[in-house]
């Protein structure tokens, strides 16, 4: 699977894949992540990639030009299954949307400053729009890097204990039950017994029951949908 994430921030994303399951994923030749500086398909002297917004109000709009420049140079050179916009205003990333990502082969990464970006390349180039939340953050590259997190975990190989991913929070719907490791007691907390007991059926059923109530509590609305 191949990211090409556009920004005016390249700095912001070196830090993020350098490291761990990412870093390993690139490694292992499973994924491939390029950061593009959208300064470089500036088309003025000054470099500058945003303009004052038609109609008046505060703060500045990303151009058309440099985005257009650089979706349509990796367009040239292979096709893309998604481009996609951060913004708040997408629709909210959640487990099942990181699956589907995760089986695509081709995905460009658009991330917004300032204002945002000229609604013409949302129309235009635009295939899905993605937020992380409820709240805003300065720019789009934060968010990138999460989108790129949870998709690439996924992708068949990268976890090197292929059912780990598969029994993460929200993969069935439900929140993960409590998990432990040694030493069995730590001031006077114990382990559950069930768990020190080794016995496989027991173990599961109690995981699941845990599974459940944690659900309840905390996420009600994961077992209305
Ligand atoms: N850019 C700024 N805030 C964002 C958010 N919450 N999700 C995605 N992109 C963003």
């Known amino acids: 699977m191949r990211f090409d994430i556009i920004t005016v921030l390249p700095g912001l994303l070196e830090s993020p894949f350098a490291h761990s399951i990412l870093q390993r994923a690139q490694h292992k030749g499973l994924v491939e992540i390029h950061v593009h500086n959208l300064r470089d398909y500036a088309t003025n002297k000054h470099k500058s990639v945003d303009d004052y917004p038609y109609g008046g109000g505060s703060g500045m709009v990303m151009q058309i030009e440099p985005f257009a420049a650089c979706i349509e140079k990796l367009q040239a050179e292979r096709s893309y299954d998604e481009v996609i916009y951060m913004t708040p205003d997408g629709e909210t990333l959640n487990q099942e949307i990181a699956n589907a990502l995760s089986s695509v082969e081709n995905v ?118």
Request: charged share 30%; net charge negative.
């Open 108 to 225: 460009i990464i658009l991330c917004g400053h300032y204002k945002g970006i000229d609604q013409r390349i949302r129309d235009v180039f635009v295939t899905r729009e993605i937020s992380i939340g409820d709240y805003v953050l300065s720019g789009g590259e934060l968010p990138a890097a999460i989108v790129v997190d949870a998709v690439v975990r996924l992708i068949p190989g990268v976890l090197s204990d292929e059912t780990s991913a598969l029994s993460d929070s929200f993969q069935d719907g439900l929140l993960d039950a409590p998990i432990y490791t040694r030493p069995a007691e730590w001031r006077s907390h114990r382990v559950p017994e069930v768990l020190l007991s080794g016995h496989e059926a027991k173990i599961a059923a109690w995981r699941h029951e845990q599974q459940l109530k944690r659900t309840e509590d905390r996420r009600p609305d994961l077992l209305n949908d």
